[in-house]
């Protein structure tokens, strides 16, 4: 096996994403990490959370979250409620328009990958996070880029899948 065969997996699985996050986008009218920040909020205790919680599970940092927060909101797919007796902190809620929009998403591939990583064997996946460490150690990838993280439950679990945007 030469190294192009390599090359062309890799292209292969971004190309995937990629052709996802746009399709999500046309078909949905949101981006990725936009389905994950209501699916972060379904999952949540009365279907709401802070902006602080949903930056966490999202692994992106305030501006970013600021800015999803914002478009959805606008969209009426979540709204922002001041939390009584303290002003200074806001839950954000899923909207039933936010809730229906989630009813009609597909599965992401992200999440189809991670119920199938949860069957594999330690070894197994310590194996293939070795493999992914070097290629992200090859292309020079920076430890301090954000990505939406997700796991199989749709819980954060401190390491786990990005979408690319």
Do not use: W
């Amino acid at each position: 096996m030469d190294y192009k065969s390599i090359l062309i997996k890799v292209r292969r699985i971004v190309r995937s994403i990629n052709l996802e996050s746009k399709k999500v986008q046309k078909d949905f009218g949101v981006s990725i990490p936009q389905i994950l920040c209501l699916e972060f909020l379904k999952s949540s205790p009365n279907y709401q959370a802070t902006q602080r919680a949903i930056r966490e599970h999202l692994n992106l940092n305030s501006s970013t979250v600021t800015g999803i927060i914002g478009r959805l909101e606008k969209n009426g797919l979540l709204a922002r409620l001041p939390k009584s007796g303290d002003k200074r902190v806001t839950h954000i809620t899923l909207t039933s328009a936010g809730d229906k929009l989630l009813e009609r998403t597909p599965d992401l591939l992200q999440q189809r990958l991670a119920s199938k990583l949860k069957s594999m064997t330690s070894d197994e996946l310590a194996h293939m996070s070795d493999i992914l460490g070097q290629l992200i150690e090859m292309l020079e990838i920076e430890e301090s880029e954000e990505f939406p993280v997700i796991s199989a439950d749709g819980l954060y679990e401190g390491d786990g899948l990005s979408p690319l945007e």
